[in-house]
Every structure is written in C-alpha cells, then in structure tokens.
C-alpha cells in the first residue's frame, strides 16, 4: 500500500532534530538526495512548516520550496530601480490543521458567490477561480499524491472572510493515522537544544 511505502521512506530518512524557539525541527535526507524540513509547534504538536529541496543534474544545491507555512521572502532589494511584486497581490499559503488541509489566500476583495471552488480528478488537483475572471489557481495535495490516495469532493468547502478565502481539505482517515505515527517517531528523536548547537553548522 502506497501510504505504508511513505511510512517506510521517512522511517528509512536520515533525521536530525532541533528544539529551537518553541518549535521542534525536523530535517530529514532521503536515499534519492532530496531533503525535507519540518517544523512542529512544541506544545500542540501542529505542523508549521514544510518544505523541500534537492540537487539540480548538475549536483548545485536548489533553493526551498515551501509545501506549508508562510511563503518564503525575497530578500529585500538593494536597487530601487528593480521591480518588486505588489504587496496587495494574492497571496498564496498552506496552513494546516490537526484535522484538515487548509490553503489561505489573502488580498481578495470579493465576496464568498464570486468564487468557484472544485475538484478536477483527473488532473489531481483543486481548482479555484472567480467569476468576475480576476483570480484562478490550480494546485494539488501533495499529501495526497504521496499516498496515492483519492480526491473526495466531499471533503472540500471554503469560507471567505476579511479578504481572505480558506480552502479547507478533510485530511481521510488514512493520513490522520499516516500523521500520528510520524509524530511518534519524530518524538523520538533525541532534539539539540538551542544553546547546544555549534555556530560554525548552522
């Protein structure tokens, strides 16, 4: 079964723990050279952050790509002359709950009818868009298409509320039980506290 394979790949992950500014952190390298970082809130347990990286074909090391959590910032620029994106454009981000995948997209003025909101199964992925032609994005679950588990329509709803719509997921049984296991074994990893860590690697 594919989400019993996922088990397997994390539990065979080269893992090191962090405890750091309340959050345990997770970095996790796998066989194929690809890395995963992960962030949990130390009293809740819930995840705060996730995101991934690998070498190019080349062996150059890439940038993070963030799977949950705050989109990363560009640093910022030191020539006024260069094109910044609009700070009042959409923005786009993960925050999951214990029970629910949930995608927030802040900076849309438009009221909860403007928008549409479905599944495209055989593209494995959510698709959102407006009436009024002003917004669209597709993106899948990851989650999801690691376990090679269904889309369910039913798990699907939004909510819009102060320029904000929250796309939320029902995380199916499968995953919830896929999540607490992980939880057990990151747990067990033996977390260098804050004051513990040598300067020179971090």
């Known amino acids: 079964m594919a989400v019993q ?4 790949v994390l539990k065979s992950s080269q893992k090191t723990a962090l405890i750091q ?24 347990d819930e995840l705060i952050s996730r995101k991934w ?3 190019s074909t080349l062996g150059v ?48 003025p438009y009221t909860k009818d403007v928008f549409s909101v479905y599944l495209e199964p055989s ?3 959510i698709i959102i868009k407006t009436t009024n032609k ?14 090679e588990l269904p889309l369910d329509g039913s798990a699907l709803s939004y909510a819009h509320a102060n320029n904000t719509l929250i796309v939320c997921y029902q995380k199916p049984r499968e995953i919830l039980t896929l999540e607490q296991e992980l939880l057990k074994e990151v747990k067990k990893l033996k977390g260098t506290g804050e004051g513990d860590v040598d300067c020179t690697t971090q």
Request: hydrophobic letters at 30%; one cysteine or more.
């Open 134 to 147: 002003k917004y669209y994005k597709k993106f899948s679950v990851p989650d999801l298409d690691r376990s």
């Open 21 to 44: 500014d309340g959050k345990r952190k997770i970095h996790y390298l796998f066989k194929d050279g690809k890395e995963m970082a992960e962030e949990y809130d130390l009293k809740t």
């Open 53 to 55: 990286r690998q070498k």
């Open 61 to 108: 090391q890439g940038v993070w790509q963030v799977e949950v959590g705050e989109p990363m910032n560009s640093p910022p620029a030191l020539n006024p002359d260069v094109i910044k994106e609009n700070c009042s454009n959409p923005v786009f981000m993960r925050k999951d709950t214990k029970s629910s995948f949930q995608w927030r997209i802040r900076n849309l």
């Open 5 to 8: 394979n996922w088990i397997d």
């Open 123 to 125: 593209e494995r992925c």
